[in-house]
């Protein structure tokens, strides 16, 4: 009679372990930079090593560290002795209240506008997108320079002006995907569950579009910046004794050949500022938009 041999249970292998996906350099370095702007924005007070406005006649124009300056000074002076430092941290944190304030307003407004379309079709609808095409085809320029010289310039009007820039890109964004979101079924049951049409385009509806505005937002925060940036350096934007990262530009630009260091520092914010939201904005579209998975 044969001889059975034993049979040997299958050996199990232990299941590897998921990795833990690291965010790429270029994300890091934004979450970063970011991050280092709003600290100096919130802790301006306290990090300014002077007043903004502080005077320093015996050191006009005094150069940086490197170029021959002093610690007195790190980043240099002014044509008025004061110190770029200082006045560098005081306008970050103007610009970035600026951006954030113009950006909310314009996301608040267009989506509201967009769900205000996507619920009430026909003549509502009609009326929110003969509204976006209007806007749209207005240039802004324009309508910034005729408001500001009607009403003055103060920082919340300019903040309110801002925020009125883009705001039809939302109103265009949320009114398609709400209209894709209220043919789901979810919807319709929510709604055949007695919810009224505010509950339904609020509670169900708006947490399911968050994902594209919030990219959108983060796609339009650096045009704010720019544009700020760009009416502060006409003279429109933010005005004396306060001081922004486009208007220290606008001012660099009469000393550019004998102290470009007052013109330099606030570009390399901003276009330092610029990127790194855009790389932020970029990979989260590629992270939150289903279309592209």
């Known amino acids: 009679m044969a001889e059975v041999s034993p049979i040997t249970p299958p050996a199990f292998t232990e299941a590897p372990k998921p990795q833990r996906s690291r965010l790429p350099l270029p994300i890091a370095f934004a979450l970063g930079w970011l991050g280092l702007m709003l600290a100096v924005a919130v802790l301006a007070d306290l990090v300014s090593p002077y ?32 110190d770029v430092l200082s006045r560098l941290i005081s306008s970050i944190r103007t610009s970035l209240l ?57 920082l919340v009007l300019f903040i309110c002006l801002l925020g009125l820039h883009a705001w039809e890109r939302y109103a265009r964004i949320a009114r398609g995907l709400a209209i894709s979101a209220n043919a789901q079924g979810y919807a319709a049951a929510v709604r055949q569950l007695g919810a009224s049409a505010w509950r339904v385009q ?26 700020e940036s760009g009416l502060s ?6 005005q004396p004794p306060a001081t922004s990262l486009g208007s220290m530009v606008g001012y660099g630009r009469e000393y550019l050949t004998r102290a470009p260091w007052i013109l330099l520092s606030p570009a390399a914010i901003i276009v330092t500022t610029t990127f790194a939201v855009s790389l932020l904005g970029d990979w989260l579209r590629d992270r939150l938009d289903p279309t592209l998975s």
């Open 98 to 154: 600026i951006a954030f304030g113009a950006t909310l307003i314009g996301a608040v407004v267009g989506t509201s506008l967009g769900l205000l379309a996507a619920q009430f079709r026909g003549l509502v609808e009609q009326a929110v997108m003969a509204l976006v095409d209007f806007s749209a085809s207005l240039p802004f320029l324009i309508l910034a320079l005729a408001v500001l010289a009607f009403f003055g310039n103060s």
């Open 51 to 82: 007043a903004y406005t502080a005077l320093d006649l015996r050191n006009r124009l005094s150069p940086p560290i490197g170029l021959g300056g002093t610690w007195l000074h790190p980043l240099g002076t002014d044509e008025l002795g004061r």
């Open 202 to 227: 609020g509670r169900h509806v708006l947490p399911n579009i968050a994902s594209t505005l919030i990219v959108s937002m983060t796609l339009a925060f650096p045009e704010i910046i720019l544009l």
């Open 233 to 238: 350096f006409l003279g429109l934007g933010v």
